[in-house]
């Protein structure tokens, strides 16, 4: 599920770089890069509430002490929210990470820390979301190469996108343009990403808890999704014949919208 997921959220920010340009906000095209790879790991971090998933093996020791940390969190929200109708169960897997105002927080408090947290802050962030995007989308060269080569090329991306992003004119000032906003835009990939996961889980799972906490009948944690016979399971032929094609062709026609090719 790893590299359809990914790909979602790339498409989602190329999708999105096209909506700006024809409302007259274009993104300079370091910020429709550099967000899309942004969007293509976030697209993976919901997982974090799972040992087995590409964000919980991505930075070693580290993330499988934040994946015990969070799926503990997201255990505990559930015993503490659910209502009559949702069912017990024994851990926090596809709960609270899988929920809009998780996505919220987490790009909001990106974003707080770009603005306020100056350089290193930006390079922690990109450095994050390179290494998730490289493990996505990259995933079989990912797997047979070792971790330290994937953090190196996450740091070595990290630092010379900042540097690109820095230069006046390339992205970093990008919709929020007063002084003090810069990388402010940072969250938005991050929110749209963890929201792109969400959709992708509820057409391939038994749906998603991405209303949560709002109440549906006597449940506060209900499976949204579509009907049965509209959900394909991961790695079937839709996913491979429909869906990926289909990234790359929106994609694509995103990216040469949203850089003006056709206007
Ligand atoms: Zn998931």
């Not at 109708?85 to 408090?109: E, F, I, K, M, Q």
């Not at 306020?116 to 190469?145: C, D, N, T």
């Not at 991306?157 to 810069?182: C, E, I, R």
């Not at 991961?234 to 694509?252: D, R």
Request: proline residues 7%; positive net charge.
């Amino acid at each position: 599920m790893g590299p359809a997921h990914s790909l979602s959220g790339a498409t989602a920010w190329l999708a999105v770089g096209a909506v700006a340009s024809g409302l007259g906000d274009p993104m300079p095209w370091p910020t429709l890069v550099v967000g899309a790879l942004i969007c293509a790991g976030a697209a993976l971090a919901p997982d974090l509430d799972h040992q087995a998933a590409t964000i919980s093996r991505a930075f070693g020791p580290l993330s499988r002490l934040a994946c015990k940390i969070i799926d503990g969190l997201a255990h505990a929200t559930y015993r503490s929210t659910r209502k009559t109708g949702d069912p017990r169960r024994s851990g926090g897997h596809r709960t609270l990470t899988h929920t809009w105002p998780w996505a919220v927080l987490l790009g909001a408090g990106c974003s707080a820390a770009a603005v306020y947290g100056g350089r290193w802050a930006v390079l922690a962030i990109l450095f994050v979301h390179m290494v998730l995007a490289v493990e996505g989308l990259l995933w079989r060269q990912a797997r047979v190469s070792s971790d330290v080569l994937v953090w190196l090329l996450g740091a070595t991306s990290a630092w010379m996108l900042a540097d690109v992003l820095d230069d006046p004119g390339n992205g970093k000032a990008w919709l929020f343009t007063q002084p003090g906003q810069h990388y402010l835009w940072i969250g938005m990939p991050i929110v749209l990403g963890a929201l792109v996961h969400c959709v992708g889980d509820a057409l391939t799972v038994s749906g998603c808890p991405i209303l949560w906490p709002i109440p549906i009948g006597r449940r506060r944690w209900y499976p949204v999704g579509p009907p049965k016979f509209m959900r394909f399971r991961a790695g079937s032929w839709v996913e491979v014949k429909v869906l990926t094609p289909a990234f790359f062709v929106i994609g694509g026609a995103s990216a040469l919208g949203a850089l003006g090719v056709f206007s």
